[in-house]
């Protein structure tokens, strides 16, 4: 199997590539800068200009789209360049290219509209507003993946929530930095909170891949993806 990895360069989409390579398959990435320690094939380039998806996606069997622009702040344009537009790009691109696997990764806050979820399931609805420009653009992404599943290309959308683990360089290098700093505190009621360590990330991924195809149970679903314990928010700090 042949497979493109969008922003492999990153966190989850590395550690995809890792597994896919364990299994044997051989892997492309695609991402806007180039990664020497990938050691593997890459596109560099923007995934919202026109062509580079095209480009990245040819010649591939299954594409998983990791890539994405996360955060609370910056103008909604860029959020839309990276998260919509990108994926209607990638989209496009494995219909035009023949590719019939398309595994998007999206985020549990699609579905977060200001208040605590607990016990959620896939059931629950988009919210009508968002607080940020992140969970919106995702959503709408979101959307368009699952609208283009069909008789010719299979997609499943995967919502990992709090992934951590080795090479993580978001969520424990701040932690670190605001506890050296002196500014970690307890907010909250330090409720249990899921997540998910990076290894079953990945592989959630690859084993959404090898169950795909068009008309498989999972095609045009949506999953959350976790560890399955739940933790006091201090504890799994």
Known sequence: MKA?????GGFLGGAIIRQLQAQGDCVRSVSRSHYPALAIDQVQG???????????VSGCDVVFHVAAKAGV???????????????????????AC????????????????GNDIENGNESL????????????????AERLVLAANGTELATVALRPHLI???????????????????????????????SVYIDNAAQAHVLAANRL?????????????????????????
């Open 125 to 140: 609805p988009y919210p009508k507003h968002y607080h940020a420009h992140y969970p919106e653009t995702k959503a709408e």
């Open 98 to 113: 023949g590719v019939r696997r398309l595994v998007y990764t999206s985020s549990p806050s699609v579905v977060f509209g």
């Open 46 to 56: 923007d995934l919202a200009d026109p062509g580079v998806a095209e480009r990245a």
């Open 213 to 237: 195809e068009p008309g498989a149970a999972c095609a045009g679903r949506v999953y959350f993806i976790s560890n399955g314990e739940p933790l006091p928010t201090w504890d799994l700090v």
């Open 4 to 8: 493109l990895v969008t922003g492999g």
């Open 164 to 194: 951590w683990g080795p090479g993580d360089n978001h969520l424990v290098p701040r932690l670190l930095e605001r506890g050296r700093a002196g500014r970690l505190r307890r907010i909250g009621t330090g409720k249990q909170i899921d």
């Open 73 to 95: 702040a910056g103008r909604y344009g860029d959020y839309y360049r990276a998260n919509v537009e990108a994926t209607r790009r990638v989209i496009n691109a494995c219909r």
